[in-house]
């Protein structure tokens, strides 16, 4: 199965800057101009807060890992074992993706490790995932 199998989020008005961003080789996320809060996932308001004075904003791309699980069983698009993670963006907010680039065993994928985005063309639309700090593409 190709990666172009893989599932694909429904597109919403909200979230094309994030994949317009994903496209180009960018993390985009947003932020509060009241209260400065980054966060994630796209909406037209602050979760903190409640402003709609928000704008949109390339993140560093790094993050650590904070929880994970590798999963053994067959899923659509995805040859097993791989990872469903939620990883911590240096700018404070939280996002599930994939462990790439790495053994997908306990050993390799560790808590707090050091990530860098990295990017999965599924055809029409491009997603962020996650691999070891300093890995270079496979």
Sequence with gaps: MSLADR?????VPETEFFFEGA?????????????DKAYFPPRPFCPECGSRDVSVIKASGRATLYSYIINHMPAPGYEPPFSVAV??????????????DCPQTPEAIQLDMDLEVTF???GDV?????????KDSA
């Design 23 to 35: 496209r180009a080789g960018e993390l985009r996320i947003q932020r509060c101009n009241a209260c």
């Design 126 to 134: 491009t997603m962020p995932q996650f691999r070891p700090a300093g």
């Design 87 to 100: 990883v911590t963006l240096e700018e404070g907010p939280r996002m599930m993706s994939n462990i790439v």
């Design 120 to 122: 999965e063309d599924r």
């Design 7 to 11: 599932p694909k989020p429904m597109m």
